[in-house]
């Protein structure tokens, strides 16, 4: 049997009707014949999805036990052993149970479909792992339960199940999608508009993300090369001038009237890799291109237009910005130009040609390039075809009579060849004349006379010339190409550290420069800043010895803006150098303006937290505020009420009630005033000597039945620790309540108390499930229960008060792993006796 097919319901947020749909989905292919089994599916106390679930074959769960408790998850074998056509599984996402067979559900959904059945199941986008960071920086939530993008792109179908976060919220509130007790932090945590409204917009582009593959797998399978205009894509070609910020910008707005539209630059690179495009303009334009939401490519091409085109093909592109030919009227008389030729190929792609400052004033003149050789090459080419050619025609002229003119020739041939190899083209040419001159003076008839009698030797003669040039020529473009393809390495390996100093996150500015100084032995490299033309340059970085003040005091300069201006000073850079300087000098702005952001981070980080303590205050006070004060107002109301009469007993229960509910919210609110004065640095501390043994009992009151599962294993005769005896119970009861919390029924809790160094160290052990090593600190966040964070991981105010108490009298709170299982909470204090 073939492999089976896999179905995934994608949804933005818990609630939006996966597990509906999915089962929808079962019961309509019930209906049509097929043999549907129900492998995992969480009611989660949903009477609409335990509806769905009747009349459905469900697979009996496998039990796993782990540390004691009993845990049921997908018996991935009994699905295989039933072998149904399709079978149901919810939650893609879902860690399985440590001794189940595979550790991710995921992969046993996969291993199911390997054996040839179809799966139908369910996942959030907050648990794909490519946005995971991104869903944890909008919500506050880590998902630790994720599965891998490929596999949900490897499925033969995904289908979003959408809901507005209005709808959503509405279901929420009507108790659809968790208890009630649960609904009023939901709503305001994670359950957000803002919050749901983001993760809606991920889970539609990821989808479109995957529609996009799905169509260009389509294309390329069917051999589609013309443009579907499915979705506006705009590619803008840069030459690396001036004039493509006007081009990025222009195409941006064009890319804007269509909503969702992708834009994209590209450059185009000869193909030998010796371009003649700025790279500072280009360095300046990708980062405009990428501001604007935009990405940048670079692709190697000699055909240009061609090049253009496989590239927007390649991306199935509907629109081409080019701009204007900056080529004058005579040079296009000569050849169409890029323009007009990508215009006249671009077939069904619109082609927009920008004007632009810069057109038809024509390229910059390129100056004649000096020849690649040495000095000591060209002195040696000089010297040989001065002195070579003399001693060559007395050679020669000795023994004229036993040579033919082509014998001639071609001996003189010989030393042009090793004049153009030793000196290059000036030396070469000037060789090829002067043997020209001396061989129709000495050795054509008739001799001693510039005259030529036979046609024939008029011909080879200027053959001779004109293959004495045409080496020489060679020579010297070999030489200057090999020079130009040693300093082409150099910047390339130049530009490979810059990038690597980019990518090892060394964007520190002084770093930067400090290395640009290193690269070209400068004395100095300082970059000026100044906020208007008129005012003056300040120094907003420098590298090296005494600073250039202004552009006049350097050596060289290069222009990044109106406001920036790269300095160095030291020795004068080759013209050829300027370029790898552009482009370190782009780099500086880059990293100065990284610099600045964050520090404008670090400025705002402090009013952001300040923002989230309010929120997560506010959330702490209508969630934990309003449960106890609602449960003693119903039991002082029912105590009021005249028209029922209460038994001894259920008016004692009520007074119970009353009392609890109001013991609990004046601890709350004891919580609160103290961390607001710990915050505040008012909270007085009054430490004296106190025995633990008598602090315990205390604590363990406010437990009421629960302090029967707290183990003391404290000696008789442990010190006398010294601290606040108020403050000390509050924190050992904070440590002990959430100990017991975490902890199995059938475990006990056991405080310990120990000598250390000279100080008293109090473990309170639990055996729950423990939190991982990098979240340790996360417990110590005000307000995480309620904030929002992980549910499961913080107990709201009781640590973060409890480490700040403990802080206040001279000691520490830390967390430690319980070998075998859980977490041990480490409270050390001074001891009396040492102090």
């Not at 803006?561 to 150098?577: F, P, V």
């Amino acid at each position: 049997m073939g492999r089976g097919r896999l179905r995934v319901y994608l949804g933005a947020a818990p609630g939006v009707g996966k597990t509906y749909a999915m089962l929808c989905e079962g019961r309509r292919a019930l209906a049509r014949g097929r043999d549907v089994v129900v492998g995992l599916v969480e009611t989660h106390g949903r009477a609409q999805i335990a509806a769905l679930l009747e009349g459905l074959e469900i697979v009996p769960r496998r039990t796993v036990v782990h540390r004691g408790a009993s845990f049921t998850e997908l018996d991935v074998a009994a699905v295989l052993a039933r072998r149904p056509r399709v079978v149901l599984v919810d939650e893609l996402a879902h860690t399985n149970v440590p001794g189940s067979g595979n550790a991710k559900r995921w992969q046993d959904v996969l291993e199911i479909v390997a054996a040839g059945i179809d799966v139908v199941t369910t996942v959030n986008v907050q648990h794909l792992e490519s946005v995971n960071d991104v869903v944890e920086r909008i919500t506050g939530v880590v998902q630790r339960e994720t599965v891998p993008d490929e596999v949900v792109r490897r499925a033969d179908q995904v289908e979003l199940v959408d809901m507005s976060p209005e709808a959503l919220r509405r279901r929420l509130a009507h108790g659809n999608v968790y208890a009630p007790e649960k609904v009023d932090a939901a709503l305001a945590n994670y359950f957000r508009v803002g919050n749901l409204t983001a993760l809606r917009e991920l889970a539609l582009l990821w989808v479109a993300g995957k529609v996009d593959e799905q169509l260009d797998r389509y294309r390329a399978e069917h051999g589609i090369a013309a443009t579907w205009e499915a979705r506006e894509r705009v590619v803008v070609a840069l030459t690396g001038g001036p004039e493509g910020d006007t081009l990025v910008r222009r195409a941006a707005r064009i890319a804007a009237r269509s909503k969702g539209a992708d834009l994209m630059a590209v450059h185009v690179t000869r193909g030998d890799g010796l371009s003649g495009a700025d790279p500072a303009h280009l360095s300046r334009q990708r980062t405009l291109v990428e501001d604007l939401g935009g990405s940048y490519h670079q692709v190697v091409g000699d055909d240009i237009p061609g090049a253009l085109l496989d590239f927007a093909r390649g991306v199935n592109a509907t629109q081409l910005v080019l701009g204007a030919s900056r080529r004058g009227r005579l040079a296009q008389l000569w050849a169409r130009g890029v323009g007009v030729e990508t215009t006249a190929r671009s077939g069904s792609i619109d082609v927009h040609m920008i004007p632009h400052d810069q057109a038809r004033r024509g390229r910059r003149p390129v100056p004649w390039p000096d020849t690649g050789l040495t000095v000591t090459r060209r002195v040696a080419g000089w010297a040989l075809a001065l002195l070579g050619l003399p001693v060559l025609t007395l050679a020669m002229s000795a023994v004229r009579e036993h040579l033919s003119l082509p014998s001639v020739i071609l001996i003189f041939l010989l030393l042009v060849v090793a004049v153009a190899l030793a000196g290059g083209r000036w030396p070469a040419i000037t060789a090829a004349v002067g043997a020209f001159l001396l061989i129709n003076w000495y050795f054509t008839p008739p001799v001693r006379d510039l005259t030529i009698a036979d046609p024939d030797n008029v011909l080879a003669l200027v053959v001779f010339v004109v293959v004495a040039m045409a080496v020489s020529a060679i020579v010297d473009l070999a030489a200057r190409r090999t020079r130009e393809a040693a300093r082409a390495g150099a910047d390339a390996e130049v530009l490979s550290t810059l990038a690597g100093h980019v990518l090892r996150g060394e964007a520190a500015l002084p770093s930067l420069l400090a290395r640009l100084r290193e690269t070209f032995a400068l004395e100095s490299v300082t970059l000026l800043e100044r906020t208007t033309p008129t005012t003056p340059w300040r120094i907003a970085a420098t590298a090296g010895g005494p600073p250039a003040t202004t552009p006049g005091d350097a050596g060289t300069d290069v222009h990044i803006d109106d406001h920036l201006i790269l300095a160095a000073r030291g020795r004068l850079l080759h013209a050829a150098d300027r370029r790898v300087l552009e482009a370190f000098a782009a780099e500086a702005a880059v990293a100065l303006r990284q610099e600045r952001l964050r520090a404008e981070a670090e400025k705002a980080r402090p009013l952001a937290e300040a923002d989230r303590m309010r929120t997560a205050l506010l959330a702490a006070v209508s969630h934990d505020l309003r449960t106890p004060l609602a449960s003693a107002t119903a039991a002082v109301d029912g105590l009021r009420a005249t028209d029922v009469h209460w038994s001894p007993a259920d008016r004692a229960e009520l007074l119970d009630t009353a009392h609890e509910s109001l013991a609990r919210l004046d601890r709350l609110v004891a919580n609160l005033l103290d961390m607001s004065r710990l915050q505040a640095g008012v909270l007085g501390v009054s430490a004296e000597p106190v025995a633990l043994g008598e602090i315990l009992p205390g604590a363990l009151d406010e437990l009421g039945p629960l302090a029967g599962r707290v183990r003391l294993d404290v000696p008789a005769d442990f010190p006398d620790l010294l601290a606040d005896p108020a403050l000390l119970e509050r924190i050992l009861a904070n440590l002990v309540s959430n100990a017991v919390r975490y902890s199995p029924p059938d475990r006990p809790v056991v405080v310990t108390a120990g000598r250390y160094g000279g100080r008293a160290e109090i473990r309170v052990i639990d055996r729950g499930p423990g939190i991982p090593r990098d979240r340790h600190e996360h417990v110590f966040l005000p307000f995480q229960r309620l904030g929002d964070r992980d549910t499961h991981t913080g107990v709201g105010l009781g640590l973060a008060l409890s480490r700040g108490l403990a802080e206040a009298m001279g000691g520490t709170l830390t967390p430690d792993e319980t070998p075998g299982g859980g977490l041990s909470m480490v409270l050390t204090l001074p001891l009396a006796e040492e102090a």
